[in-house]
């Protein structure tokens, strides 16, 4: 498959190509971090490669080739890039206690004739035991409906 020649060409060194052979093994990463690893480990071992081909070889898009390629040039990293706006003012963890302090206060007090009335199997529910996923799955549709 024939192609535009890249327009940023890796060499690696001994240590990158290890650090990288690494993490594209390992079983806890990321798949997009194993990938990112396997477009740079093929990049550089294959410098006549097109985009196209790397993409063919890793079952992905050359516009992913040509990005992490691009990166690696840049920053010599293939983390994220931050994220842009404003940082968080809550955790995701705040916010998952706050959602569910909301929902049992919604499913202790009922409403008697509305339409935000919760069924029977939420009133049991609550408590972070057992069918706690179930409870939150349920009454966040009623309360936030």
């Known amino acids: 498959m024939s192609g535009p020649k890249p327009i940023y060409p890796i060499s690696l060194t ?6 990288l052979r690494e993490v594209a093994r390992a079983h806890k990463t990321g798949q997009s971090m194993a990938v990112r690893a396997w477009i740079l ?14 993409a ?3 079952a992905t898009t050359d516009r992913n080739v040509r990005k992490w390629r691009g990166r690696w040039a840049s920053t010599h ?4 890039a931050p994220r842009s706006g404003a940082p968080r003012r809550f955790s995701p963890c705040s916010a998952c206690a706050s959602d569910s302090h909301r929902l049992q206060f919604a499913t202790t007090e009922p409403s008697a004739t509305g339409p935000l009335e919760a069924p029977s199997y939420c009133k049991t529910g609550g408590s972070h035991g057992e069918g706690a996923f179930s409870f939150q799955q ?3 549709t009623l309360v936030k409906s």
């Open 14 to 19: 001994e240590a990158e190509v290890k650090s």
């Open 41 to 54: 480990l093929y990049a550089n071992e294959h410098p006549e490669w097109s985009n196209q081909q790397i």
């Open 56 to 58: 063919q070889a890793l």
């Open 77 to 80: 990293s293939i983390a994220d």
């Open 138 to 140: 349920n009454c966040r």
